[in-house]
T-cell receptor, first 112, second 115 residues
Framework: AQSVTQPDIHITVSEGASLELRCNYS??????LFWYVQSPGQGLQLLLKYFSGDTLVQGIKGFEAEFKRSQSSFNLRKPSVHWSDAAEYFC??????????FGAGTRLTVKP | DAGITQSPRYKITETGRQVTLMCHQT?????MFWYRQDLGHGLRLIYYSAAADITDKGEVPDGYVVSRSKTENFPLTLESATRSQTSVYFC??????????????FGPGTRLTVL
């Protein structure tokens, strides 16, 4: 089965600074890749997804992610973080076998 | 448009009791899912359903039972709750495309504590 690793459990950035959240996956073929965000006490909301084509994917709220096959990575980026971006972020990998695996999550704290 | 709702939002029960968590969606999505969220594990798929009367196991199905008699409802039952089932449970739905290929829309979650 596929697996997902989010190496950073917790990241703190200053408001206005750039952000990169890491996601590495293990899967033999090209996976379906997702980033979800979870605000406190809420369910998950999709930020963006990659299935095929252009490896740089744009999402909502100014986020983007880049699929790098050679590195088995799908890192999430934002050029300028806002205080409202404080949340938990989950990378997920889907395979064609009706299996979806989520990473353990990265909690983002934004300093004023 | 209510979207996807879960009830109850919070539940405390005792070991050995039966508990049912409810999930209701108003979009007529084909697929519905149950996940549990535990610290350090992210979300893990318990069961999913591709349509009414069609259900299948996910990554961690043991100790859980599901049914889906109507498209809009997907209850999750813990037949004999154990402390290890203390968790936050999320229901989700997607329009088509299966478990691993389509955007999933999540409910607000149910926090279950088993004493």
């Amino acid at each position: 089965a596929q697996s997902v690793t989010q190496p950073d459990i917790h990241i703190t950035v200053s408001e206005g600074a750039s952000l990169e959240l890491r996601c590495n996956y293990s899967y033999g073929a090209t996976p379906y890749l997702f980033w979800y965000v979870q605000s406190p006490g809420q369910g998950l909301q999709l930020l963006l997804k990659y299935f095929s084509g252009d490896t740089l994917v744009q999402g909502i709220k100014g986020f983007e992610a880049e699929f790098k096959r050679s590195q088995s990575s799908f890192n999430l980026r934002k050029p300028s973080v806002h205080w409202s971006d404080a949340a938990e972020y989950f990378c997920a990998v889907g395979a064609g076998n009706n299996d979806m695996r989520f990473g353990a999550g990265t909690r983002l704290t934004v300093k004023p | 448009d209510a979207g996807i709702t879960q009830s109850p939002r919070y539940k405390i029960t005792e070991t050995g009791r039966q508990v049912t968590l409810m999930c209701h969606q108003t979009w007529s999505h084909s697929y519905m899912f149950w996940y549990r969220q535990d610290l350090g594990h992210g979300l893990r798929l318990i069961y999913y359903s591709a349509a009414a009367d069609i259900t299948d196991k996910g990554e961690v199905p043991d100790g859980y039972v599901v049914s889906r008699s109507k498209t809009e409802n997907f209850p999750l039952t813990l037949e004999s709750a154990t402390r290890s089932q203390t968790s936050v449970y999320f229901c989700a739905s997607s329009d088509a495309g299966g478990v691993s290929t389509d955007t999933q829309y999540f409910g607000p979650g149910t926090r279950l504590t088993v004493l």
